[in-house]
């Protein structure tokens, strides 16, 4: 059947028609909220390079938990802030450091919450690097990484976290957390891996979120280079023998074709990162009024999952949440 016969256009006519034909359909429980979490009691402070994002005390960090929870989020995956940064990362495994406090007061309060964790040492470390910088050559000593990025994730499944997510890009970090977790007894704390994270520009307002600026040189010896999709789909299956039980792509928008090849290839859950420049293009764009900002956040959400994503770390999980049960008045 050819035009006149075949007219595509019959079945975009009217909104509920076009509900009953969509492919894809965002909801809720693809959503994982991040959250940095810093020392002390009763502090919210926004954050300046994200819009509507703060740095929040374990208490208050509990407080949007609950507000997450209620919207029908189920995730939140954690960043730390600590009190004392050394060449070491060593606040990054303290059983008293902000995610840990705050692991603890979630699941206290709200265990049926999953918990995910960030693992990774640039937050910790005096120098900003995610591994241990060698002081005379300013080389990363990745197999020396190893053992405190196995202790930082130790310390986060044990004040309880249900996913611990390292970000480092450490060769060798999955299977050196697996045998950490699974030697304390920790055997169904999940790994999820950041296997195919690219040094991308579109990391910059996180770091000032962070705190995780680099002191001198940059990721591009861990972190992939924005070309390499072959690559990208070597570190996905390295991960998965090591032990990950989900994989993820960082970031996401200019990486869907990894995405997409990584779908085709692998039957574990993926995640994919809608990291801080998607976010805060966005928000400035819409703020510039050049752009509609509920339609294009769910654009790019549902975009993601089209792509084959199964979860997506995003800052727009909140409104997105409030958008989505505002029920059918959103028809794409
Ligand atoms: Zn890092």
């Known amino acids: 059947m050819q035009f006149p016969e075949l007219r595509m256009r019959r079945l975009r006519r009217t909104k509920t028609m076009r509900r009953l034909v969509q492919e894809v359909v965002l909801t809720t429980n693809d959503l994982v909220y991040p959250l940095f979490v810093i020392p002390g009691h009763m502090q919210k402070h926004p954050i300046g390079s994200l819009k509507n994002q703060f740095h929040l005390s374990p208490d208050e960090a509990l407080t949007v938990c609950k507000q997450v929870w209620d919207l029908g989020i189920g995730s939140v995956i954690l960043f730390g802030l600590p009190e004392h940064k050394d060449s070491m990362g060593t606040d990054s495994h303290s059983t008293n450091g902000p995610v840990q ?11 049926d919450m999953v918990v995910m964790t960030d693992v990774c040492l640039c937050q910790y470390t005096d120098h900003g690097h995610c591994g241990v910088l060698s002081e005379q050559s300013g080389v990363i000593r990745n197999d020396e990484s190893l053992a405190l990025l196995g202790q930082m994730a130790l310390s986060h499944a044990e004040a309880g976290a249900d996913v611990v997510a390292p970000s480092d890009m450490m060769d060798g970090r999955v299977a050196a957390i697996r045998d950490t977790l699974d030697d304390a007894g920790l ?54 023998q090591e032990g990950a039980d989900m994989v993820m792509v960082k ?18 859950p993926l995640a994919a990162y809608n990291v801080s420049g998607e976010y805060a293009m966005l928000c400035a764009a819409a703020d510039a009024g050049l752009i509609d900002y509920r339609q294009a956040m769910l654009e790019s959400l549902v975009a993601i999952k089209r792509a084959g994503a199964d979860l997506i770390l995003t800052y727009f999980a909140i409104d997105a949440a409030k958008t989505l049960h505002q029920g059918g008045a959103f028809v794409f």
């Open 101 to 111: 406090q705050t692991i603890r007061l979630i699941k206290q309060q709200i265990p």
């Open 187 to 240: 055997t169904d704390v999940a790994i999820l891996a950041y296997s195919a994270k690219f040094a991308s520009a579109y990391y910059g307002p996180f770091r000032e979120a962070a705190h995780s600026a680099p002191q001198s040189g940059d990721r591009k010896t861990y972190q992939m280079a924005p070309p390499n999709a072959r690559e990208a789909l070597r570190e996905v299956a390295l991960d998965i």
């Open 251 to 268: 970031p996401a928008m200019p990486y869907l074709d990894i995405l997409v090849r990584m779908r085709q290839e692998f039957d574990l």
